[in-house]
């Protein structure tokens, strides 16, 4: 398999100065996903964004793994939220 | 350049001790944080300037100074001068925040009494994927009608962007690697463009469906004909039924707006009829509107 796309879990723990465990609980809970290649765990380039938000929340901002759930699951909401108002603002530019 | 009160920002008193700097910094943080606040531009603001207050006050030295110079900073630049101070950023983890979105600049005041620098303001030893830049690119309808390719200058690089056909407004898309530069060898942050999308003056836009109103005489509207009316994609002769009323409706099937990154593929035209009634009637057309009138 081919790893252009991802990004070892190893280099990324090494440079952000965090525990693989970390990684592994968050794999556990479900907020993020995890590649193995050759028994080596990666993550894809598009979840990074995603993973070093959750590294913020957990050790710039200290909430714990449950609170980065739901905050991940409002976010989520807001942000669904956020489209379904562009598409309203949109349907009401037709009336103005 | 006013003097800014950073411990009124903070929300503490001038004998605050370093833990409860910690604890107000960590309590506005976690409800200004930009993550948390998304499409924020205030909590943005308002993070900032909790970063910059936290940025001084938690580091001693810059504490100290602040004390002693903050309401005269106008002479920061002596006491800059006369100790020589060197900045060293603090590099403990937590010391403050260094997420994707927190790139906006220091304060006039902090740069005249610190001179910010962007090199020193991480506060984690290593950052693996350089910042996302956010851009905004306004259009007309026309210019998003057509697929058409963009050159950007985004801080001093000229970005060349294809912009598909069928964009809508307040979509975002991305640009990948073209945000800030990556940090021990990762990968560039990304560029994120929102596309605003001015009204048209006679046609409006639902999704991939086009909206118009078009007057239609009287005469017309009775007996039927030919009309030929203005669409984003050319002239079109509609042919109008004998009887049309009002406000009636007709569908120009693919005359709409493109499908977003699907060839050849649009939407629909629908297209109402406004009936206008003749005005400055002539005494012959009064004469013959009666004559029908009693038929």
Redesign the interface.
């Given at each position: 398999m081919q790893t252009e796309n991802l990004?070892s879990i190893d280099e990324?723990c090494?440079?952000?100065?965090i525990e693989i465990s970390f990684i592994s609980s968050l794999h556990d809970k479900g907020l993020i996903e995890i590649t193995l290649v050759n028994k080596t765990m990666f993550i894809n380039?598009d979840n990074?964004?995603q993973l070093?938000?959750i590294v913020?929340?957990y050790?710039?901002?200290?909430?714990n793994l449950e609170g980065i759930e739901t905050?991940n699951h409002l976010?989520q909401r807001?942000?669904a939220m956020?489209d379904e108002i562009?598409?309203l603002?949109?349907?009401l530019?037709?009336y103005? | 350049m006013d003097f800014v009160d950073y411990y009124k920002i903070l929300g503490i008193e001038k004998t605050a001790t370093a833990k409860d700097i910690k604890a107000a910094y960590r309590k506005l943080a976690r409800k200004y944080h930009p993550d948390l606040n998304p499409n924020n531009k205030d909590a943005t603001k308002s993070f900032q300037q909790i970063n910059e207050a936290n940025e001084v006050l938690s580091d001693p030295e810059k504490r100290k100074k602040y004390d002693e110079y903050g309401k005269d900073w106008q002479h920061a630049d002596q006491f800059e001068n006369a100790k020589q101070y060197q900045e060293q950023s603090s590099n403990q983890r937590g010391a403050r925040y260094t997420g994707a979105q927190s790139e906006g600049d220091f304060s006039d005041f902090f740069e005249s009494m610190f001179g910010g620098s962007a090199g020193n303001r991480r506060g984690r030893q290593a950052k693996y994927r350089g910042e996302d830049y956010n851009a905004e690119l306004h259009l007309n309808l026309i210019d998003a009608f057509k697929t058409q390719k963009q050159t950007l200058n985004v801080n001093g690089h000229n970005i060349r962007i294809t912009i598909p056909a069928g964009i809508e407004n307040g979509q975002t898309i991305k640009v990948t690697g073209h945000g800030g530069e990556g940090v021990n060898g990762g990968p560039n942050g990304d560029l994120y463009i929102k596309f605003t999308i001015a009204n048209h003056p006679k046609i409006k836009r639902l999704g991939n469906n086009l909206y118009t109103t078009v007057d239609l005489d009287l005469y017309t509207a009775v007996l039927g004909g030919e009309l030929i009316i203005d669409t984003l994609s050319g002239k079109v002769k509609l042919k109008v039924k004998p009887e049309t009323q009002n406000g009636s409706k007709i569908k120009l099937k693919g005359k709409g707006f493109p499908v977003y990154k699907q060839d050849d593929a649009f939407g629909d035209l629908y297209v109402t009829y406004n009936v206008v009634i003749p005005t400055n009637l002539t005494d012959k057309q009064k004469e013959l509107f009666t004559e029908i009138s009693k038929l």
């Amino acid at each position: 398999m081919q790893t252009e796309n991802l990004i070892s879990i190893d280099e990324f723990c090494t440079n952000h100065n965090i525990e693989i465990s970390f990684i592994s609980s968050l794999h556990d809970k479900g907020l993020i996903e995890i590649t193995l290649v050759n028994k080596t765990m990666f993550i894809n380039k598009d979840n990074l964004k995603q993973l070093e938000i959750i590294v913020h929340f957990y050790y710039e901002l200290d909430i714990n793994l449950e609170g980065i759930e739901t905050i991940n699951h409002l976010l989520q909401r807001i942000n669904a939220m956020h489209d379904e108002i562009t598409m309203l603002r949109n349907k009401l530019s037709l009336y103005e | 350049m006013d003097f800014v009160d950073y411990y009124k920002i903070l929300g503490i008193e001038k004998t605050a001790t370093a833990k409860d700097i910690k604890a107000a910094y960590r309590k506005l943080a976690r409800k200004y944080h930009p993550d948390l606040n998304p499409n924020n531009k205030d909590a943005t603001k308002s993070f900032q300037q909790i970063n910059e207050a936290n940025e001084v006050l938690s580091d001693p030295e810059k504490r100290k100074k602040y004390d002693e110079y903050g309401k005269d900073w106008q002479h920061a630049d002596q006491f800059e001068n006369a100790k020589q101070y060197q900045e060293q950023s603090s590099n403990q983890r937590g010391a403050r925040y260094t997420g994707a979105q927190s790139e906006g600049d220091f304060s006039d005041f902090f740069e005249s009494m610190f001179g910010g620098s962007a090199g020193n303001r991480r506060g984690r030893q290593a950052k693996y994927r350089g910042e996302d830049y956010n851009a905004e690119l306004h259009l007309n309808l026309i210019d998003a009608f057509k697929t058409q390719k963009q050159t950007l200058n985004v801080n001093g690089h000229n970005i060349r962007i294809t912009i598909p056909a069928g964009i809508e407004n307040g979509q975002t898309i991305k640009v990948t690697g073209h945000g800030g530069e990556g940090v021990n060898g990762g990968p560039n942050g990304d560029l994120y463009i929102k596309f605003t999308i001015a009204n048209h003056p006679k046609i409006k836009r639902l999704g991939n469906n086009l909206y118009t109103t078009v007057d239609l005489d009287l005469y017309t509207a009775v007996l039927g004909g030919e009309l030929i009316i203005d669409t984003l994609s050319g002239k079109v002769k509609l042919k109008v039924k004998p009887e049309t009323q009002n406000g009636s409706k007709i569908k120009l099937k693919g005359k709409g707006f493109p499908v977003y990154k699907q060839d050849d593929a649009f939407g629909d035209l629908y297209v109402t009829y406004n009936v206008v009634i003749p005005t400055n009637l002539t005494d012959k057309q009064k004469e013959l509107f009666t004559e029908i009138s009693k038929l």
